[in-house]
């Protein structure tokens, strides 16, 4: 009998709401029918409506909660790192959002070894150039927006184009990432693996009510689209369709409406010659 894949999303920003971007993950796969463990640092002040929260949505959580102060111990970060020492080898790793104050970016790389050395793969979708880091261990996917992808290529203050956007994409991929999913906001997305490059423009929603969980909501359906074998043309339009009507919902997309928007989505294989 074949091992079950599992899937750990993991959050390491304890704020006071119950919003992470770890959580939103396993959220949106649990809507697309696939199973996720949630974990990571929260705040002792909501872990317990976190914990509620997750499961009145059936999904299996597991935090370490810090217990004084905003600041989070090392002694928690090394909690984690040992617990996530139950993956095994083709599980998935997912680490996204931001780090709490007491967490230094090159946790990162701490948390990646972990999974590198179980042979899990690894997603992950953070701000810090600590990523470029990484890439030697070759992440099964990497999501930046264009303002990270502008900063991890030293091009804060430049106005970039698309082609250059999607080369530099192609740069983490060569640097050894699997896959690049780039998100490009009110203008769609790109994928780009060594294959190929796929692209496709977002399609019209009436208005955008709130963008927060958008790049999740993308992520995830990209992620499941993957695990479920779909073709990368029509995982990328699933996936630009369910972030496009979490932008004009009040929070995560319910995926009633996303069929509507996928018609619009037309995603295309691009040569980066033509990717203006």
Same mark, same amino acid.
């Given at each position: 009998m074949e091992d079950i894949v599992l899937i750990y999303t993991v959050t390491l920003d304890p704020s006071e709401s119950v919003v992470g971007k770890g #959580?939103?993950?396993?959220?949106?796969?649990?809507?697309?029918?696939?199973?996720?463990?949630? $974990?990571? #640092?929260?705040?002792?002040?909501?872990?317990?409506?976190?914990?509620?929260?997750?499961?009145?949505?059936?999904i299996e959580n597991q935090f370490i909660e810090q217990?004084?102060?905003?600041?989070? $111990?090392?002694?928690n970060q090394q909690k984690l790192l040992d617990y996530l020492k139950v993956l095994k080898a083709g599980d998935i790793l997912v680490i996204a959002g931001g780090f709490a104050k007491g967490i230094d970016p090159v946790y990162l790389t701490d948390l990646a070894k972990v999974a590198d050395k179980k042979a899990a793969g690894l997603v992950v979708d953070v701000p810090y150039e &600590?990523?470029?880091?990484?890439?030697?261990? &070759?992440p099964l996917l990497i999501k930046p927006n264009e303002t990270e992808l502008k900063h991890w290529f030293e091009k804060d203050n430049q106005k970039v184009t698309t082609k250059e956007l999607i080369n530099m994409a192609h740069d983490?991929?060569?640097?050894?990432?699997?896959?690049?999913?780039?998100?490009?906001?009110? &203008?769609?997305?790109?994928?780009?693996?060594?294959?190929?490059?796929?692209?496709?423009?977002?399609?019209?929603?009436?208005?955008?009510?709130?963008? $927060?969980?958008?790049g999740d909501a993308l992520l995830g359906t990209f992620l499941a689209g993957m695990l479920k074998g779909y073709m990368p043309v029509k995982n990328l339009s699933d996936a630009i369709a369910a972030g496009?009507? $979490?932008?004009q919902s009040d929070w995560l997309t319910d995926f009633r409406t996303t069929p509507a928007l996928q018609k619009q989505v037309i995603a295309r294989r691009i040569t980066f010659e033509e990717a203006e």
């Open positions: #959580i939103n993950i396993s959220l949106v796969l649990k809507k697309l029918g696939i199973e996720s463990i949630a $974990t990571g #640092i929260v705040n002792h002040k909501n872990v317990e409506q976190v914990a509620e929260e997750l499961d009145k949505a059936e217990k004084r102060g905003i600041k989070i $111990t090392a002694k &600590n990523v470029l880091d990484i890439l030697p261990m &070759n983490l991929v060569v640097k050894g990432a699997q896959h690049v999913l780039l998100s490009l906001g009110a &203008n769609g997305a790109a994928i780009v693996n060594m294959m190929d490059a796929l692209m496709a423009h977002a399609p019209e929603i009436e208005e955008v009510v709130d963008s $927060t969980g958008s496009s009507d $979490t932008a």
